[in-house]
């Protein structure tokens, strides 16, 4: 069977896109779990570092009367906030979708 691959923990065949083994429970973990934590480790702080420094930038340049010549930085920091939020926002997403037995997506 294609659509089949042996259980790591009890060996009996279980559907290649099921969350967890229909005989033993096990849930194998996915390598795309640590690439979310991975992902969040490093956008999290982007996201906090780009909020600082947009701060910044908006009141310097607001307080200087140069806020026509900060707008290139602004809004290369208003894109990596977005990127970052972005990418918390899809693993998030991510985390929290659970599969059935079968191995459709359930929310």
């Known amino acids: ?3 089949t691959e042996p259980c790591e923990r009890c060996g009996s065949q279980r ?3 099921a969350a967890r083994c229909p005989d033993c429970g096990h849930e194998p973990t996915s390598r795309w779990r640590y690439v979310g934590w991975l992902a969040l480790g490093i956008a999290v702080p982007v996201l906090a570092l780009a909020t600082v420094l947009l701060g910044y930038l908006a009141l310097f340049s607001l307080q200087q009367g140069t806020i026509g010549a900060a707008g290139p930085a602004i809004a ?4 990596i906030w ?3 939020a972005l990418t918390v926002v899809i ?4 985390s929290t979708e659970t599969r059935t037995a079968t191995g459709s997506p359930e929310r």
């Open 82 to 84: 977005v990127g970052a």
């Open 91 to 94: 693993v998030y997403d991510r």
């Open 76 to 79: 290369l920091w208003i894109g």
């Open 15 to 17: 559907p290649r896109a």
């Open 1 to 3: 069977m294609s659509g």
